[in-house]
């Protein structure tokens, strides 16, 4: 019945935006729409109940750290406001996958309208995987950290611009026993998150007005990340030419979707893994 509700819900508001590109505020707009209908079916009291239920799972910050290597996380990502349909890949397909090639933690996307797929692939993939589990959404609201926790999470993605209280939303997920992986996008977002005192922060190489990739990105905001803190590079990483020169900006770890969905799976990954081995470099 959720289900039916939800999809109504996102119809409805997406009519309106075909005949035009939909844009990160319509995105986050629907979102907002979405969430409300999903706290009204499935109240925080009862969330907390299924959190009583669940084991910690693998610690996520951990997982990233690496003395030699550059991290990598892969990603189940279906589909992406930009591109479409990437992959019909089921999210039990994967995993395998990035298990017996030795991903050092997995990303799950779980927004249904524009990335195709749902909290349902989160609790697969906790059922599954031994390996870390971060939840990426578009978290606007306590309530979606404690279902993050429930559907099995080590970690929750925090966008710096749209959470409310970064500094609520990280203490929540400690205390809950989640990492938070902080993105953000400018320097501003940066100082903001360290100020929260994020232990994670993920920079992302997209530009959320036309959805370009500049790696550059990277290069220019890590300088701003101490050492203590974990250093992820997020989006359009697709080569090993990409692996190597994002390991030589200091990112501790790369999150990786769109280019191993929509290739061969296998070996894309173990390409992409294989080309981060001893390539770190510390940040000083």
């Given at each position: 019945m959720?289900?039916?509700?939800?999809?109504?819900?996102a119809?409805?508001?997406?009519?309106?935006?075909?005949?035009?590109?939909?844009?990160f505020?319509?995105?986050?707009?629907?979102?907002?729409?979405v969430?409300?209908?999903?706290?009204?079916?499935?109240?925080?009291?009862?969330?907390?109940?299924?959190?009583?239920?669940?084991k910690?799972r693998?610690?996520?910050?951990?997982?990233?750290?690496n003395?030699?290597?550059?991290?990598?996380?892969c990603e189940?990502k279906?589909?992406s406001?930009?591109?479409?349909?990437?992959?019909?890949?089921?999210?039990e397909?994967?995993?395998?996958v990035?298990?017996?090639?030795?991903?050092?933690?997995?990303?799950?996307?779980?927004?249904?309208?524009?990335?195709?797929?749902?909290?349902?692939?989160?609790?697969?993939?906790?059922?599954?995987?031994k390996?870390?589990?971060?939840?990426?959404?578009?978290?606007?609201?306590?309530?979606q950290?404690?279902?993050?926790?429930?559907?099995?999470?080590s970690?929750?993605l925090?966008?710096?611009?749209?959470?409310?209280?970064?500094?609520?939303?990280i203490?929540?997920?400690?205390?809950?026993?989640?990492d938070?992986?902080?993105?953000?996008?400018?320097?501003s977002?940066?100082k903001?998150?360290?100020?929260?005192?994020a232990e994670?922060?993920?920079i992302n190489?997209?530009?959320?007005?036309?959805?370009?990739?500049?790696?550059?990105k990277?290069?220019?905001?890590?300088?701003?990340?101490?050492?203590?803190?974990?250093?992820?590079?997020?989006s359009?990483?697709k080569?090993?030419?990409?692996?190597?020169?994002?390991?030589?900006?200091?990112?501790?770890a790369l999150?990786v979707?769109?280019?191993?969905?929509e290739?061969?799976?296998?070996?894309?990954?173990?390409?992409?893994?294989?080309s981060?081995?001893?390539?770190?470099i510390?940040?000083?």
């Amino acid at each position: 019945m959720i289900d039916k509700i939800l999809k109504n819900t996102a119809n409805s508001n997406l009519k309106s935006n075909n005949s035009a590109t939909i844009t990160f505020d319509e995105i986050i707009k629907l979102r907002k729409e979405v969430l409300n209908n999903e706290m009204v079916y499935k109240p925080l009291d009862e969330l907390k109940k299924n959190i009583k239920r669940m084991k910690i799972r693998k610690n996520f910050k951990n997982s990233l750290l690496n003395e030699e290597d550059v991290s990598i996380i892969c990603e189940y990502k279906p589909a992406s406001p930009s591109m479409g349909k990437i992959s019909n890949r089921r999210v039990e397909e994967v995993i395998p996958v990035f298990e017996s090639e030795r991903a050092s933690a997995v990303s799950i996307l779980t927004e249904q309208n524009f990335f195709k797929s749902n909290m349902e692939n989160l609790k697969i993939a906790c059922k599954i995987s031994k390996l870390p589990l971060l939840r990426k959404d578009f978290i606007l609201d306590e309530y979606q950290i404690y279902e993050s926790r429930a559907g099995g999470a080590s970690a929750v993605l925090l966008m710096a611009d749209i959470y409310p209280d970064l500094s609520e939303g990280i203490q929540i997920s400690e205390y809950l026993g989640m990492d938070a992986l902080v993105e953000c996008k400018n320097e501003s977002e940066i100082k903001q998150a360290l100020d929260s005192g994020a232990e994670i922060i993920g920079i992302n190489n997209r530009n959320f007005q036309d959805f370009t990739i500049d790696l550059n990105k990277t290069k220019k905001l890590a300088r701003m990340v101490p050492p203590e803190v974990v250093l992820v590079s997020e989006s359009g990483i697709k080569t090993e030419a990409d692996v190597k020169l994002l390991s030589s900006y200091g990112a501790d770890a790369l999150l990786v979707g769109t280019s191993i969905m929509e290739s061969s799976i296998n070996e894309r990954v173990s390409e992409i893994v294989n080309s981060a081995k001893n390539s770190r470099i510390k940040r000083i």
